[in-house]
């Protein structure tokens, strides 16, 4: 792809700990890791997809990413700036540059507001006057493939696609730069799913959008980045071109979880490999490598040190005791 | 009759009325099941997919709304026309059932295995000796480590992929001929579902159970069902193996869903089907995908199209391929 490598999100380091449990004396002495020492940066105009099993920080990783939660330690730099640092009044005014779509398009609209007012909200908190957001709303409405005449209906008269097109019209009214997608398409029918990815797709290039898009699904994360991220447990475990991911994925959990996903396809002779157990507790995440208790390749330095996050190619970075052995 | 015929559904209408409405929810629909194979029914959301499993475990049709009509052999014996009691030594019985969300077909205030041993017990009073090593042997079955201290204790000591293993524990603890799954995996992660339904298949290899399953997800079809029927709005828009059925489909709305799934590796746009699926209460006459169909024609607004014998095994409702056979 022609792009100039231009970082647009950089994270360094990004932690978020949720205190679990007091102590007796009332102090914070048990955390749920949910995002453990990550980072990565975004390119201007990119789609990077972070994919992962439930519980494994990709969506706490997106929220920290718009700064909606304070991240525990680690900067956060959004088009060059450090977004920890920023006074309140400042944040506001990034806010219009990001955005967030949801996974629940029921969810995401004031079932006693006609679209029409819910479109209106954000472009009126940044007191943008009448003429002005008649117009965006008529356009982007448009842009999203719903007929201006059903403005003044109320939510529960359009189906969840629809639902869904306007709930991303209300996120990109403010014409932002960043836009976090959080399971876009989860709660949709899979002859809707296509409609809503090819939109996306379509605004990204008509408005040079950058993306993060965070799915559980490796075939819709695959359809639609750049580069993608895998998770696991609140770490990032492989990080690389979409490309490379599918053909070569180093990490052992990457691995198995391509070899996981059922196949649209019958006959297609597969070696699964079968991951035993499930995902430990992330309160109790098992010592040294998080992936290890499951993992088909352990050794005895997984449970005693932390792998390190080491670019193994130009752009391909995994943490694994095994895959850097061999390399070496 | 063939001997290997263990489900054979003709005709089955499942209506739920309102004052002022009917809804169609399952309309004339007709399938059979052999011994020993998977069937697949596919189908979005509201296609009656579910409605069919409810209407031959005879959970519906006892209200006054509810109007249920058609035959339902299994074992040579009509489920439709079994008084409530005679269902009772059926239901949990010779038909084992696996509800999609296992957190909630399972009790909370009793043990896991006393909730197994509940099925012997009813079934085949089994004294309570007897019915707990039944409940071991079925969780060891399921492959659930550490069987017998498991078995004493309560669902939410389990795990969401174990929760699932002691559900399917429970259908096949009556050693049931047939066993209807609906949606079994969607509430688990990919590493998880990839688990629970290898042990499905290995589970029908060994008692040679017959096994409908319920999906959205054609990637789950494609690995373990021998026959695919492909529902919409109620009916049944084709039937056939599923190699056949990936590989040539016939009907639009078959080939539009396989359009509209991203596969991974394959680049190519997806092409989504226009438009939604249909009120079920507000249907016009002719085919029911008329309107979302790319190739529809005058014969679709007027008849609705029969399903169709287009090959071996394979059958189709749609007026372009029984033209398209009588062509021949």
């Given amino acids: ?328 | 009759m063939n001997d290997d015929l263990l489900l054979d559904v003709r005709h089955l209408k499942a209506y739920f009325r309102s004052k002022q409405r009917t809804v169609k929810a399952v309309d004339d629909l007709s399938f059979t099941l052999k011994k020993g194979e998977i069937l697949g029914l596919v189908g979005e959301s509201g296609c009656g997919k579910s409605t069919t499993t409810k209407a031959l475990l005879r959970l519906i049709g006892n209200q006054k709304n509810e109007y249920l009509e058609g035959e339902a052999f299994f074992e040579g014996e009509d489920l439709i026309k079994k008084s409530d009691k005679q269902m009772q030594t059926i239901r949990g019985n010779k038909i084992g059932f696996i509800a999609q969300n296992p957190m909630s077909s399972l009790n909370p205030v009793f043990t896991i295995g006393n909730q197994i041993a509940e099925v012997p017990q009813m079934h085949q009073r089994a004294s309570k000796n007897k019915a707990w090593a039944i409940a071991l042997k079925m969780l060891q079955k399921v492959g659930i480590s550490d069987h017998e201290s498991r078995a004493k204790q309560f669902s939410h000591q389990f795990s969401g992929g174990m929760k699932q293993r002691a559900v399917i524990a429970m259908a096949l603890a009556g050693n049931p001929s047939l066993l209807i799954a609906d949606e079994p995996t969607t509430a688990l992660d990919v590493t998880i579902q990839a688990q629970i339904l290898d042990l499905m298949v290995k589970l029908r290899d060994e008692t040679h159970a017959g096994v409908l399953l319920i999906t959205h997800d054609l990637g789950v079809v494609a690995e373990v069902c021998d026959r695919v029927a492909v529902m919409y709005a109620g009916k049944i828009v084709e039937q056939a193996p599923v190699d056949e059925l990936f590989h040539h489909p016939q009907h639009p709305y078959t080939k539009g869903l396989l359009a509209s799934v991203p596969k991974i590796g394959s680049r190519k746009k997806l092409i989504p089907i226009s438009g939604h699926p249909p009120n079920l209460y507000e249907m016009q006459g002719g085919c029911l995908f008329q309107e979302r169909c790319p190739f529809a024609f005058d014969r679709c607004k007027k008849t609705e199209p029969p399903l169709h014998k287009i090959a071996e095994h394979h059958h189709s409702a749609c007026h372009l391929s029984s033209e398209r056979m009588n062509s021949f």
């Fill in chain 1, 1 to 328: 792809m022609n792009r100039d490598h231009k970082p647009f999100i950089r994270v360094n380091h990004l932690k978020k700990y949720f205190p679990v449990a007091k102590n007796w004396r009332g102090k914070n002495s048990q955390y749920l890791k949910a995002v453990d020492d990550v980072s990565f940066s975004i390119d201007e105009g990119e789609t990077l997809g972070l994919v992962g099993e439930s519980g494994c920080g990709k969506s706490t990783t997106g929220r920290l990413l718009l700064h909606l939660l304070p991240p525990t330690s680690g900067s956060l730099f959004f088009g060059g700036q450090e977004l920890t640092r920023l006074s309140k009044h400042e944040l506001w005014q990034k806010r219009r540059e990001m955005q967030l779509i949801f996974q629940d398009p029921y969810a995401a609209l004031n079932p006693r507001m006609t679209i029409q007012a819910s479109l209106h909200e954000p472009l009126k908190a940044y007191g943008e006057d009448k003429r002005t957001r008649d117009a965006t709303i008529k356009k982007l409405i448009d842009a999203v493939g719903i007929s201006s005449q059903y403005l003044n209906r109320y939510p529960h008269e359009f189906s969840g696609g629809q639902l869904q097109r306007i709930g991303i019209a209300r996120s990109l009214a403010l014409k932002p730069k960043f836009v976090v997608a959080d399971e876009p398409v989860a709660a949709l029918d899979m002859s809707i799913q296509a409609q809503i990815l090819n939109l996306m797709k379509e605004l990204q290039q008509e408005f040079n959008y950058t993306y993060l898009f965070i799915s559980h699904d490796l075939s819709v994360i695959d359809y639609m980045s750049d580069r993608i991220g895998v998770m696991y447990l609140g770490k990032m475990v492989e990080l690389t071109d979409r490309d490379a991911l599918y053909q070569e994925p180093l990490h052992p959990y990457t691995q198995a979880l391509l070899s996981a996903i059922p196949i649209a396809e019958p006959q297609r002779s597969k070696n699964k490999i079968m991951l035993k157990g499930e995902i430990p507790s992330p309160v109790h995440p098992p010592s040294g490598c998080h992936f290890r208790t499951r993992c088909p390749f352990a050794k005895a330095i997984c449970a005693e040190k932390e792998p390190e996050w080491v670019e193994m190619k130009k752009g391909h970075y995994v943490a694994c005791h095994v895959v850097q052995e061999a390399h070496q």
